[in-house]
């Protein structure tokens, strides 16, 4: 699709997007698809469902989750995909649209 980012994540990333960002099908489904596999994983949807993910995370802070380092982890994940959808408005990105890298990989 015209619109469409990829975003590499983390297990450890897709794995709290898939509890706190409530995400919709197609994101769920490459999530569940990737679900045993080590290392970072290219999740590649349209802008809108990006930003679905990004305020689903932002009410599991507000509303769902108690620990002050998790609500750190789920602040940090919403902003790093915010500032991808920022870069991706960019003339030069557009020209690529090359997969952004969304934390250091950990794992």
Known sequence: MKDDIAIELTRRERDLIEKYGYPFDD????IKEAK???GSVEIIDGRYWWEQVIGNLSISVN????SGPLIEELCL???EI???LKVCDR???KKGKPTIRLLP???
């Open 105 to 107: 990989d950990a794992e």
């Open 91 to 93: 003339p030069e990105h």
């Open 27 to 30: 994101i769920e489904r490459q």
């Open 82 to 84: 915010e500032l991808i």
């Open 36 to 38: 045993n596999t080590r």
């Open 63 to 66: 509303e769902d989750v108690r």
């Open 77 to 79: 994940l919403a902003d």
